[in-house]
């Protein structure tokens, strides 16, 4: 239904009308400023090349496939980028921090801060937290493969941090100076049956981090 407006309230409306206007434009370009600021952060970051070293453990997420969503709530692979740093920041059973959990059969593809060499005993370091739950290293020199299988092992050495870990040698895998590895849960192995609905929030292994070794110099 068609409502007249006297002259005189149309006259006093029209600041109301410009208004919106005004706020839309204010939030579009705040909008445009503050993508402009964030776009250097959102590019994806320089790697270095061959061997040049920057630290020793993951500096960068290549891949991911994670298993269990949506009920897995740590599914944020870069925490298992630098060095060990999980930690449980309460009594419920979703109070930690630090960790991705994988998800069963998940995995994901890191692309190492130093290049890995083979040196005599172990050769590369996984941290993984809460349990011994099992994980498979595969290695390759480039993103795209081929990955070498170093093995599977409970991931359960105590030690200095709150997560436990595993070691492999990249002895017998035929490659040297590798720098891109892919670590996948294989916790059916230490689990016979156990599945994305019984695991818990954290389903499969958490991985917390991974350390060179033996970084090629
Ligand atoms: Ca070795
Ligand atoms: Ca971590």
């Known amino acids: 239904m068609y409502n007249h ?14 208004f919106p206007k005004a706020i839309f434009l204010l939030l579009f370009g705040t909008l445009l400023f503050f993508s402009a600021q964030c776009g250097d952060e959102s590019s994806t970051p320089t ?32 925490n298992a980028l630098g060095p060990p740093d999980a930690a449980s920041t309460g009594p419920g059973k979703n109070d930690f921090k630090g960790f991705v959990s994988l998800g069963i059969n998940g995995m994901v593809t ?5 290049c890995i060499q083979d040196l005599p005993g172990p050769d590369l370091r996984v941290f993984q937290s809460v349990s011994s739950e099992a994980v498979e290293v595969q290695v390759s020199q480039n993103q795209n493969g081929p990955f070498v299988s170093l093995g599977m092992k409970n991931c359960g050495d105590p030690g200095s941090t709150y997560s436990n870990s595993c070691d492999f040698d990249l002895a017998g895998s035929g490659l040297s100076n590798v720098r891109v590895i892919r670590v996948f849960d294989r916790e059916v192995f230490t689990f016979p049956g156990v599945a994305c609905d019984n695991a818990g929030s954290s389903p499969g292994a958490d991985l917390d981090a991974v350390e060179v070794l033996h970084p090629s110099s």
Do not use: H
């Open 47 to 78: 790697l270095p090349t061959a061997c040049q070293p920057q630290g020793v453990n993951a500096i960068s997420v290549l891949d991911s496939a994670l298993a269990c969503i949506p009920t897995n709530a740590f599914a944020d692979p870069s």
């Open 110 to 114: 890191l692309y190492m801060g130093s």
């Open 5 to 18: 407006v006297p002259e005189e309230s149309y006259q006093r409306m029209k600041p109301l009308r410009i």
